[in-house]
T-cell receptor
Framework: NAGVTQTPKFRILKIGQSMTLQCTQD?????MYWYRQDPGMGLKLIYY???????DKGEVPNGYNVSRSTTEDFPLRLELAAPSQTSVYFC???????????????FGPGTRLTVT | AQTVTQSQPEMSVQEAETVTLSCTYDTSESDYYLFWYKQPPSRQMILVIR??????QNATENRFSVNFQKAAKSFSLKISDSQLGDAAMYFC???????????FGTGTRLQVTL
C-alpha cells in the first residue's frame, strides 16, 4: 500500500491564482481530512469527509473548497489564493470502526504552498 | 471549543537520558482518544502513541510511554533512553466530536544532545 499520497510536494502561486491539491489513499478508509500547518504552529482542520459525497467544514474553511466523489480521492481547491494561505497542507485518512487502530489518522507527506 | 495546550516550546535531553513532554487538553466529551505525533524535519507526521480515554492503564510503546491523568486532563509523553533520532517536533492531539477530527497542540521541539 502507498498509504496517503499528495501532489504536488511544492508549489508557488501568485495572489489571485487558483489550484487544486490532490490527495489519494489506497487503504479504503472512509474518513478523510485536510489540515494546514502554519510556521511554528500545530495543524488546523480545514475540511473533512466521512464518505463519498459527504463533506463538512473544519476550523479554518474560508478560501477553500473540497469534493469527495470517490472513497480514494479528496482534492482541496484554493480559489483566489492569498498570502495568508501560505502554509503546509496535510491530507489524512482514518478507518473509524471497532477495529484496532480506530481513530488513528494516517497522514500524507504534505504540500508546501507559498503565495506571493 | 476543544483546546490542546503544550506549554513547552522547546526541550533538550542528553542521549540515553529520559525526558517528559507535557500536554493538557480541554474537552466535554466522554469518549475520546489522545495521541502523540512526531514530526521530523521531513515533515511526515508519525504516530508515536495512542491512549483511549476509557482505559485507565497508561499506554506504552517500547521507549515511549504516557502519563494519562483523566481528571486533570493531562497527557504527558515520556521518552526513555533518548536517541538522536528522537529529535523532532512532537504534537499532542485529541479527537473532537464526530468523525475522529483531531485538535492539535502547538508542538514541542525536542533536541537530543550527545
Amino acid at each position: 500500500n502507498a498509504g496517503v499520497t499528495q501532489t504536488p510536494k511544492f508549489r508557488i502561486l501568485k495572489i489571485g491564482q487558483s489550484m487544486t491539491l490532490q490527495c489519494t489513499q489506497d487503504m479504503n478508509h472512509n474518513y478523510m481530512y485536510w489540515y494546514r500547518q502554519d510556521p511554528g504552529m500545530g495543524l488546523k482542520l480545514i475540511y473533512y469527509s466521512v464518505g463519498a459525497g459527504i463533506t463538512d467544514k473544519g476550523e479554518v474553511p474560508n478560501g477553500y473548497n473540497v469534493s469527495r466523489s470517490t472513497t480514494e480521492d479528496f482534492p482541496l481547491r484554493l480559489e483566489l489564493a492569498a498570502p495568508s494561505q501560505t502554509s503546509v497542507y496535510f491530507c489524512a485518512s482514518s478507518y473509524p470502526n471497532g477495529r484496532e487502530g480506530r481513530y488513528e489518522q494516517y497522514f500524507g507527506p504534505g504540500t508546501r504552498l507559498t503565495v506571493t | 471549543a476543544q483546546t490542546v495546550t503544550q506549554s513547552q516550546p522547546e526541550m533538550s535531553v542528553q542521549e540515553a537520558e529520559t525526558v517528559t513532554l507535557s500536554c493538557t487538553y480541554d474537552t466535554s466529551e466522554s469518549d475520546y482518544y489522545l495521541f502523540w505525533y512526531k514530526q521530523p524535519p521531513s515533515r511526515q507526521m508519525i504516530l508515536v502513541i495512542r491512549q483511549e480515554a476509557y482505559k485507565q492503564q497508561n499506554a506504552t510503546e517500547n521507549r515511549f510511554s504516557v502519563n494519562f491523568q483523566k481528571a486533570a486532563k493531562s497527557f504527558s509523553l515520556k521518552i526513555s533512553d533518548s536517541q538522536l533520532g528522537d529529535a523532532a517536533m512532537y504534537f499532542c492531539a485529541s479527537t473532537t466530536g464526530t468523525a475522529s477530527k483531531l485538535t492539535f497542540g502547538t508542538g514541542t521541539r525536542l533536541q537530543v544532545t550527545l
